[in-house]
């Protein structure tokens, strides 16, 4: 699977867009059924990694914050998105509906969902998303939700880290949290991505960072974490031997517009802290 950027996605929340978009209804008293290139883009983007924020939007397309939140706000009346915010204090989080779905033509990825628990990490998730396209312009980013797609469509596995073997005998697979996937044809092969906002068990940990040194479908694997998780995260791949698969990144390190970095702040803090 290779992908410029932002190929198929799809998205739903719950009846929060739909009860407004009749309150609010378009000039015409009807949603628009059609989208434009870009805001077909914007829902694929969205639908890819599951939930996003007008931060990270803004990031991605290189635009001021009050345009990505006029963007969305459009999106949102004709219904095409909806709008959470599990978490006081943090940003606001956007998925993609069923509508949202069927103008972008991204058939195929499962709705997204936000709780409180998932909030913090889908925030994180979303603008790295954003950060490393900045960072490598000639590669595409994949969400995992894409990411399932490709595997149910395909009948194929995409990079995931075999951990052994449960009870049933089935295999405990990892998935990755992105895909940083080469432009070149044909493509080397891609770049896991994981973010880390909290810390595993040690034991957890080091079964993960040795499961993905033992990949033979990715290049090596990037993990994004804050300082104090970086430290527990660099004595895993120690233990794991994984230093040559393995590399870690400071979350603080990426780069984030000025404008937007209170917001991206935010992002990074776990929701249990």
Not at 166 to 195: F, I, T, Y
Request: hydrophobic letters at 40%.
């Amino acid at each position: 699977m290779k992908r410029q950027a932002n190929t198929t996605a799809a998205g739903r929340c719950g009846g929060t867009a739909a009860a407004e978009s009749r309150q609010k209804p378009t000039s015409t008293g009807l949603r628009r059924r059609t989208a434009t290139p870009e805001q077909s883009e914007i829902l694929r983007w969205i639908g890819s990694l599951g939930a996003v924020s007008a931060e990270a939007l803004a990031h991605h397309l290189g635009i001021s914050l009050t345009s990505a939140r006029a963007r969305l706000a459009v999106a949102r009346r004709n219904g095409w998105i909806g709008r959470a915010r599990p978490l006081a204090g943090r940003p606001a989080l956007y998925t993609v509906t069923a509508a949202g779905l069927r103008v972008a033509a991204a058939d195929g990825i499962e709705p997204g969902c936000v709780s409180a628990a998932s909030a913090a990490h889908l925030l994180a998730c979303a603008h790295v998303a954003a950060a490393l396209e900045r960072c490598y312009p000639d590669h595409g980013i994949v969400g995992e939700r894409e990411l399932r797609q490709h595997e149910r469509e395909h009948a194929h596995r995409c990079a995931r880290a075999e951990l052994g073997l449960d009870a049933r005998g089935e295999p405990q697979l990892h998935r990755c949290d992105l895909m940083l996937w080469p432009n070149a044809h044909p493509a080397p092969q891609p770049v896991a991505v994981e973010v880390e906002l909290t810390i595993k068990a040690p034991a957890r940990l080091t079964a993960i960072c040795r499961a993905w040194a033992r990949c033979r479908e990715i290049s090596g694997v990037l993990y994004l974490a804050p300082p104090s998780v970086a430290r527990a995260l660099q004595r895993a791949v120690d233990r794991a031997q994984a230093q040559e698969r393995i590399v870690i990144v400071g979350l603080e390190t990426l780069p984030w517009p000025r404008e937007l970095e209170d917001g991206l702040a935010e992002s990074f803090v776990p929701s249990d802290l």
